[in-house]
């Protein structure tokens, strides 16, 4: 089951320069495993913002929910969530 | 190069229910060719609504304007379009 | 899988005072056999708008997708989803 | 009577972790005080946000205002409310 | 119990100017059988605009909203309902 | 001549609680000797909001303005007015 | 006594020409009685757009919400008033 | 004195294709005859919409308006303007 | 050439009283000598409101930048700018 | 390959004076040399606003978002991107 989430990105004033490389490390490897795992298909980087838009492929929003909010940079997001259903017109 | 695209469709009122059908028809055509052709990558309904969400791989702007004025819809959609960059953290 | 949706109604103008009664009368006949089979857990009116909040329970986005657009109204109506997880504070 | 509650929280960027878990403890008492109480009906997290919505049945807007503002994380809450009415298709 | 209503008047372009004036008759008969009874408590014109702010004293959220549903020009408004409370430096 | 004012407060996060109880202090004051003079009419709370609507009777904007930027917490709070003019229907 | 008021024009799809023509000139009319009565102090053209931005000098909110439901293109604007005070760095 | 204008098409549904293409045809010639005599400095397509964004080359915000009001399809477009002034970065 | 600006100000949080009050001393000496020499021809307070519309008479774009980013409290001020040209009904 | 940016620059409170015009040298030599390379076609201030619009020339996606996520002030800036195609009445 798909669920397309647009991640923004904004970090607090006070981070310091190596909490944000920190966090970005921690993000990095989460995010990989979770690809390798099948449960994040695709995700790309919105041109010219600190943004991505991302495929989800779960069994339930509860899944959805407990993938999201254990991003390591989650309280610095906002995500909008958008459940998708299979297109008519799709060959897949 | 990948442009993510949001399409709503809103027909005008007087669009007779076999005009409605027939359109339908050519833009499943029109679709599934792109797909065959591997310009559209994904098409996904959002679940609810008479909308989509679509990815498209094309060599440029122009290549990307012409395959979607060229949607038998064209006319009754209401498209947004969002440029695509690699992000860091995808494994692909 | 719980999922909320907002309903809002709006009937194109040439539409007779007989098509809305009898869109309504099918509209109802669909909600309670939803209702009845558990798929439309509740839904409650807003107050003062022709608009409705509705929860759902359904296995899958597609589930989900094909009740909605299965609607006698679907047609005349704005649906906005939005996925629900357990919430850590639910005693149920 | 019910009523519909979208709550997203938002804690000052000054907030200590140690402050914010204590803030989570005080709240998850009140919210299920409230819930064996029968005041709060529903809570649902928003799936992918730091936010819920809830279903209150109280007896009158004051009521709801005292609920509401009584939570421990108010101050650090965007809380929309939506009256609810009696749906005419609803079997409840 | 208060609420404040703001309710937004558009007519669609077939309605002829008889059935118009015809509706404001209606409305007005409504409106002031409403304010006589006590449940519409005050009703004021937004300047420059075909739209008002009431605000309503009622028992509960269904009388509420069988009272708005039941003005004549329901179908032609849009209504946006704030519920209202005490507020602590009211002196009434 | 009335005007309809919607104020939501947001005390900034330096703000001590000692500071803000002393504003609240200070305001009920000035909101109080409004209401006896009879420039402000009603105030009343949005239920689950640090906001209020509230009606005011002046001579004119200038009164107004003076009015509302002279409110203890007027730098914490966003006001917005609307002017109001008799309405048809009103009875009073 | 100051308003500002940003009036958008919208005709309906089914007036003619003619009827657009007649009551353009209706409008200029009236609005150059205003100008020379000195109710509407100044009128300019919102650049690139069917829209003003005016400045009317009344003695009520009931005085203005007159003159601009009067406007004989009333029925297809949209009018957005802003109540103007006096500014503390004005020299006039 | 440039400015930058982005216009929206959108026609009413009563337009019959051949007065569409009829518009089209008269639109061409007023945009190229604007861009051979230097007032309409570039014109380019939103990629996926019925829209486009223009640089206008005037010397008053009057000449602009008359300019943007000729257009055959004014009466259809949105349009929204921006006055843009040198940046202090640009080389030219 | 004339164009209406609307100011909006916001201090941050750490600016204290005298900065606030130093810079409003500045900000007047500019805004009355902009007045004095005819480029600022009206300014108004928003009533209930920290902000301000303004209608200046300038030359060009650029004189219109530089006058409004050389306002003393031109970094805490959000301005939207509207080209304001002759309307065919104004008798000035 | 066009694209339109439309970038909004805002800087945290803590930022010093010299951090803001080191900045700002350093953002004045990489826009320069991205305008000597033909990358950063044209940029504009927006009148009244510390924004700018800007048209880069670019060979993909990924080159406009290196480009962009470049700036020395990236971390501040706002950007809304537009992918432009050529438009049929264009005459270049």
């Known amino acids: 089951m798909l669920f397309l989430a ?4 904004q970090f607090p ?3 310091s ?4 490389t920190r966090l ?5 490897e989460y995010s990989q495993a979770l690809q390798e795992g ?7 980087r919105v041109a010219g913002e600190y943004a991505n838009y991302s495929v989800f492929d779960v069994g339930s929003n509860d899944e959805l929910h407990q993938i999201l909010s254990g991003f390591p940079m989650y309280p610095h997001m906002k995500i909008r969530v958008t459940p998708l259903a299979k297109h008519p017109n799709s060959i897949r």
Chains 1, 2, 3, 4, 5, 6, 7, 8, 9, 10 share one sequence.
């Not at 099948?38 to 790309?44: A, E, F």
């Open 6 to 9: 647009r991640m923004d990105v």
């Open 38 to 44: 099948g449960r994040l298909v695709s995700i790309w």
């Open 24 to 28: 970005q490390g921690l993000e990095k």
């Open 13 to 15: 004033a006070h981070l």
């Open 17 to 20: 320069t190596e909490d944000i």
